[in-house]
């Protein structure tokens, strides 16, 4: 039985954006009740109707065409508004005044506050400078920068020309940075001069020097003030310029705004690259904007004056969805460094002090917090926050009590999936429905999201491949250098003729929601059973001394046998004791043959630079195969910890 956390007030869903929008499409309010699920029968039996519709109720600028859809012979065939002309920056820029458009906290103390108007006047700035370099349509612009407020106004900037934006984190090694840029030629790299993290200074200036000399097409750095204004930027070589020279020509006004097509490039995204070259995938215009704008205003209930708060880099994806919410009219909350410096509660100390409304964090976090014995609710006034926002990982379902136990229990907890690939979510959040333990809210509107079993059968209620089975606006136009959509078509069309899957192993349950067993080519094939990795998770992780696990197959006489590494508390040591704890937990919550063959105590687990936990690279590692690209990897000294283990030899 699925276990209910949370329930909208009916006063509470009837004020939604998404109850709005159900009384102007005449679908799905019963009285006065919002019914989801008819909403989401309505998006997927009536494409042109749906996205026509939310193109009219998000008020997006300008033209839409008198053409909405145009189905193909392949999901990559269809089309979108193919008469549009749109500006993706125009959109997001349209709000004006001098109440905040972004608040920004720095790790060190700093706040920032940035005016609508403030961040229109040095859009256009940027935008007139750029111009002078030459920049015009389909030009690739890079950022290796902090998430900060002169980020939200390169990217705005660049895009206001029509041309793209691609960015990465500056944790980033040099070998990382070009294997994602160097692949798309940059005419452009804007970078910090540095950035701090965990209370330690870091500088960017010779990578980007690095960059340069390493990529031709850069013509120019941009060096962005961060931590230090007044650094010697020479480590950055001779095409570098400060900030403040760049744009010193030119005088504010109201930026231009170049109108493009609907599938004109936007962004250039980056998969993690943990298994070769980081795939360069290519995000349209209209794409990108519609399907944001879907989710934060009918999906997640952002309203014009709601303060969005996400802990990202910017070289994740959700850095680009957030930074969207401005075309909703919503605040933006920033923060740069450390979740936990000088102490866990600094992201519920901004939340609390800004008002925020909407609060977005990673499953890991949450469940590093619940470690931690964070408890927001007893130390903090989250009077303002409506919505709590999770991903990166499944979010377990103790990390759903923790949520409503120590951090408010009136409040809307998320758990959103989709990923890089369409920039967006498959599933994630309902304003109007209950929230059920260890579940996924809802199927995303527009999305005919399915779950496949191996022969291309639809199931519910027993695990398999989470598919969409419609074309979508957000779907990638394609991979860079990828002429004939070969590599595109390898990634997610190869498994089912005609529909995209996605690689998520998952349910779909009776209440319309879905639950998460880990990614499909990690899942765990013991005696020929499938085993999502999430299933393990959920049960060792509740165990206090545990911090963190990470589960693989090993290839083992014939057959693969279940291998669990613990991450355990300082001073804590793996016991016979502690061994026969969780296979216990695990053989009682889960079943016998979840149970490991092997439990291994570690120092450290590798993740990306997004905090996702490696189980492909460490299985290489295991078998003794290469890791085609450590670069990718936040922490890839860690992998060392599982070469040529003795116990994994018996």
Known sequence: MATELWRPSPERARASLLASFMEQVGVGLQGDTPDYDALWQYSIDDTAGFWRALWDFAGVIDTPGDVTFQPGEHLTKARFFPDARLNFAENLLKTRGDSPAIIWHGEGGTRQQVSWDELRALVSRLQQALRAEGIQPGDRVAGYLPNMPLAVAAMLAVTSLGAVWSSSSPDFGINGVYDRFGQIEPKLLFCAEGYDYNGKNFSSLQIAGELAGRIPSIRRIVVMPHLDAGVDIAPAGDKAVRLADFIAPFEAAEPEYTRVGFRDPLYIMFSSGTTGLPKCIIHTVGGTLLQHLKEHMLQTDEKPGDRLFYFTTCGWMMWN???????????????????????????????????????????????????????????????????????????????????????????????????????????????VSPVYRGQCQKRMLGMNVQVFDENGNSLQGQPGELVCTNAHPSMPSGFWNDPDGSRYHAAYFERFENVWCHGDWVTLTDEGGMIFHGRSDATLNPGGVRIGTAEIYRQVERIDEVLESLVIGQQWEGDVRVVLFVRLREGVDLSDDLVRRIRAEIRKNASPRHVPAKIIAVADIPRTKSGKITELAVRDIVHGRPVKNKEALANPEALELFRDLPELQV
Do not use: M
């Open 321 to 431: 969805w957030q930074v969207s919410a401005l075309a909703a009219g919503v605040t933006l909350v920033q923060y740069d460094g450390s979740p936990f410096y000088p102490d866990g509660n600094r992201l519920a100390d901004i939340a609390g002090a800004e008002n925020v409304t909407h609060f977005g964090t990673s499953a890991k976090y949450l469940d590093a917090c619940n470690k931690a014995g964070i408890r927001p609710r007893e130390t903090h006034d989250l009077g303002a926050l409506r919505t709590i926002l999770s991903t990166g990982s499944p979010l377990v379902p103790e990390g759903f009590d923790y949520v409503y136990r120590d951090w408010k229990n009136d409040v809307c907890l998320s758990s959103i999936a989709g990923g890089t690939d369409i920039i967006a979510c498959f599933v994630g959040g309902s304003p």
